[in-house]
């Protein structure tokens, strides 16, 4: 089943949303719950990230407009970490589970709030996703400051 996900370039300042498609498998079922579905995500993620520090994709030319970009945020960087060691997959779950919890990442399909903040548990709703079904997740800032 292939879906699309909605993801902005974090090191991007232009305010444009790119859809990236995810295949989420033949054994992933339509009617799962939120947590299996952010389990299948997080594994998806973790593995292609593991696969590029493998292939040692560090030698990459970045653009004159990729280069503007990554300055007007303050650091020019390849994407690429460094270390030897690949990502843990249970750890990665386990954060990802704990920080839709914690409500630093709401999460939306087909333009609808999945398991809002108030739900009493978010993680066993069940969720109804299709072919073609359009995925965002919105990283959601803590604003701090003075009330006075």
Excluded: H
Aim: charged share 30%; glycine share 8%; net charge negative.
């Amino acid at each position: 089943m292939k879906i699309k996900v909605n993801v902005k370039n974090a090191g991007s300042r232009r305010p444009c949303v790119e859809e990236t498609e995810f295949d989420l498998g033949e054994k992933f079922s339509p009617n799962s719950t939120v947590a299996e579905f952010l389990d299948e995500i997080t594994r998806i993620c973790v593995s292609e990230y593991n696969e590029r520090r493998k292939n040692g994709e560090i030698l990459k030319v970045l653009s004159e407009r990729q280069i503007e970009e990554k300055s007007r945020s303050g650091k020019i960087g390849f994407g690429v970490n460094y270390g030897e060691k690949d990502s843990s997959l249970e750890n990665a779950i386990a954060n990802t589970r704990q920080c839709y919890l914690d409500g630093l990442f709401a999460l939306f399909i087909d333009g609808k709030e999945i398991a809002g903040l108030d739900s009493s548990a978010p993680l066993e709703n069940r969720i109804e996703i299709r072919e073609g079904s359009i995925v965002t997740f919105i990283r959601l800032t803590m604003l701090a400051g003075r009330m006075w």
